[in-house]
């Protein structure tokens, strides 16, 4: 007993050394929520500043870093919609609002309610006939059909019950989008738990009281047996869930990844969807909190792994996996066939009875394989692994980069909501902003350092733009926004600035800030960001997985998020990608989305090609042509090189009219067709082309 004791701690190091260096450890964990909560937050102030009565939470493996890369963990996403006010107590109602009372009795399965309509102007039942979305049940209350929620989920990429699925997207996580209403109060029936004292006193009371002021959620989906399916709401209670997740300690959480490896290698093969991931969650935090504390430690970790294994064999012998805060709410309940059951039983017990020998089977980064060299079983050399530095440098790049990418696309989603606006709106939007960072939290003051130089540098260059059609000059004010957004990344702030001084002919000026941003760029491994339409991220290398390494979130000031000129700021744009705000036909339109597309109404160019078109034609206006001659095959060379470029078709534009200003009509033909090759529609391509053939077709003639 004594020998298989130690041989069981023995293995349990191993088996923890080799999570630790798949990247299942405190640093990666703690980095991973962080840039998580960081995008989170982005996106509500994005909400809060576009007047979106709307509330996002990112949950699930990716939000409480108990993933790794093998995993291939989606994104659980929650967005919590305002415009109703869903209530447990008459005195939540509130006047004016769409009221909705959550009713949970004999009818509804437990961890699920009815949404009753209420009189928005008196706190009253409504009764009677009302529309589409409610039935009247015989008692005469009208209620809310889950269905509902289809209309929001119209031309969704992919619906799955309540659930928007964007799926297929190569190089993006997987990302699983639910709609759901806040209700203030802690659901009902979650009281028992608020209670309830588990051995080693967790969850905390601090956890409970967390608990208690969260409320809860109801989600547009009805229980498998349900005699109401369309009727019925699911009561949410993830907030709760992730806070108890986030006071796990690294063992507790490599049992949670041990059990997601288990189940997609043996109780989910090929796709199954027998048991899921949150039952696994739920059992992992029923035995914690059956458990002492004091077992959750790495050299007990296969010892954790076989307790939860036992639970969830039990779970499934009984048909019963209670939820862990609505502990009547039966996770399992309808989700077997009694031949399912039995098969599952028996891959469990094999689990529980073989545990090394199954452990050793596991592909999921490689840790069958890594185990047995750990434990002497083969020779390192016969398999080569990613170090683990390797793994921490590429999740910490794969993040960073991810996070950049956000950054950018909220603030294209502001500039879209801006579209229409004046000047004045612009600058309300940035105070708002400011009082987001000095009346908010630590994670709204991260959010506004990344964000807010974007949006003074567009400030800055719309308010130059106006004084440059009122007097061809840029105003002192226009000036200090500018400069106060230059940092906003390695460099597209600083080719508006540039590109303002050469549209007021400041060329000097204009050609010293090019030479410093080219300097920039070069002195890091930089990547573009384009936040425009979605694409494949960037490549990461090996020096770029070690700068992000080094310089953590920082490194996010050091990529090139591409220039993006609204309308408004047209007077400080070269007139040749002016046709860039012009790109779309009245046929054109019809191929756009209405929302995502908004950005081919501005000139849009990568920072790169347009550094280069910038020198070369302020090294024209300077006279100094040898320079100009070596922009141009720069910009070429990048164009054909750097396989990063996301407004490609742009970058082929510009040089076309290059190309065209050097007398040379051949290759600028070239530039537009290959340029409709990347984007045949909305593409300015099409008018240059037109007037190219038109320019050679009158000089034949003449």
């Known amino acids: 007993m004594f020998q298989e004791n130690a041989y069981r701690e023995h293995l349990s190091l191993m088996l923890s050394e080799v999570l630790n260096d798949i990247g299942v450890n405190e640093g990666m ?230 059990l997601k490896m288990i189940l997609k290698s043996f109780l989910n093969p090929q796709d199954e969807i027998n048991i899921s991931s949150f039952m696994c969650k739920t059992v992992l935090l029923h035995c914690i909190e059956k458990t002492e504390p004091s077992i959750w430690k790495d050299n007990n970790l296969l010892t954790c792994l076989t307790y939860c294994l036992l639970e ?63 434990l002497n079983m083969v020779q390192h050399r016969v398999y080569y692994f990613m170090s683990s530095l390797e793994i921490h440098e ?23 909501h801006l579209h229409n606006e004046n000047i004045r709106t612009i600058k309300q939007h940035i105070v708002k902003l400011m009082n987001f960072s000095d009346n908010g939290n630590r994670l709204e003051h991260v959010a506004f350092k990344f964000l807010a130089p974007f949006l003074f540098t567009t400030y800055g260059s719309t308010l130059a733009s106006s004084s440059i059609g009122e007097n061809n000059q840029v105003s002192p004010q226009a000036l200090v926004w500018l400069s106060a957004g230059v940092n906003s990344d390695i460099s597209s702030s600083r080719l508006k600035l540039a590109s303002v001084f050469y549209s007021t002919g400041y060329m000097e000026k204009a050609e010293f800030i090019l030479r410093h941003t080219e300097q920039q760029y070069y002195s890091y491994p930089v990547i573009p960001i384009c936040g425009c339409w979605k694409t494949p991220p960037p490549a990461v290398t090996a020096e770029l997985m070690r700068l992000c390494s080094e310089q ?51 000139a849009v160019v990568d920072s790169l090609p347009f550094l280069y078109f910038l020198q070369y034609k302020i090294y024209s206006h300077l006279q100094m042509y ?49 340029s409709l090759q990347q984007r045949t529609r909305n593409n300015a391509a099409n008018f240059h082309l037109c007037k190219l053939l038109s320019g050679l077709i009158v000089r034949l003639q003449a």
């Open 312 to 374: 969830l064999h039990s779970c499934v012998q009984n048909d019963c996996c209670s939820h862990f805060i609505i502990p009547e709410n039966n996770l399992m309940a309808g989700q077997f066939t009694a031949e399912t059951k039995h098969e599952l039983s028996k891959r469990i017990c094999e689990l529980i009875q073989n545990d090394r020998q199954q452990l050793l089977r596991i592909d999921i980064d490689d840790l069958g394989h890594r185990l047995q060299v750990k």
């Open 394 to 416: 590429h999740v910490l790049a794969t993040e960073y980069l991810n996070f950049a990418r956000a950054i950018s696309v909220h603030y294209n989603y502001i500039l879209n």
């Open 29 to 258: 964990v703690v980095k991973r929520r962080r840039v998580n909560m960081h995008k989170e937050t982005l996106t509500n102030i994005r909400y809060k500043l576009t007047d979106k009565n709307i509330t996002e939470y990112n949950l699930g493996s990716q939000s409480e870093g108990t993933t790794t890369i093998g995993l291939h963990s989606d994104i659980d996403v929650v967005g919590c919609m305002h415009n109703y006010n869903i209530i447990q107590y008459w005195s939540e109602w509130e006047y004016g609002k769409e009221n909705y009372l959550m009713i949970q009795d004999e009818n509804t399965t437990p961890g699920y309610c009815f949404l009753q309509l209420l009189h928005p102007y008196v706190p009253l039942c409504l009764t009677g006939t009302h529309d589409e979305h409610h039935i009247t049940d015989r008692r005469g209350r009208i209620l809310l059909k889950n269905t509902f929620i289809n209309v929001f989920l119209q031309g969704a990429c992919q619906q799955h019950g309540p659930s928007i699925a964007d799926q297929g997207q190569p190089g993006f996580c997987d990302i699983d989008k639910v709609i759901a209403y806040p209700c203030k109060s802690r659901p009902q029936s979650a009281s028992g738990w608020l209670d309830r004292q588990g051995i080693g006193r967790w969850p905390t009371q601090e956890m409970r009281r967390y608990a208690a002021s969260t409320g809860c959620f109801v989600v547009a989906t009805g229980s498998k047996v349900s005699e109401y399916p369309e009727l019925e709401w699911r009561i949410s209670t993830s907030l709760t869930e992730r806070c108890l997740m986030f006071s796990l300690n690294i063992t507790q959480i490599r049992c949670y990844v041990l």
């Open 552 to 602: 953590s979130e920082n490194y996010i000031k050091k990529t090139a998020v591409c220039v993006r000129f609204t309308q408004k700021e047209i007077n400080c744009v070269p007139h040749e990608l002016q046709y860039e705000m012009f790109r779309s036909t009245q046929d054109d339109m019809i191929h756009r989305h209405k929302e995502l597309d908004c950005w081919m109404d501005s």
């Open 626 to 674: 040898q320079e100009q001659q070596q922009a141009i095959s720069k910009l070429i060379r990048t164009i054909v090189i750097d396989v990063n470029l996301r407004h490609r078709e742009t970058a082929l534009n510009i040089l076309g009219q290059c190309m065209e200003q050097e007398n040379r009509p051949q290759q600028a033909l070239k530039c537009y067709l290959l």
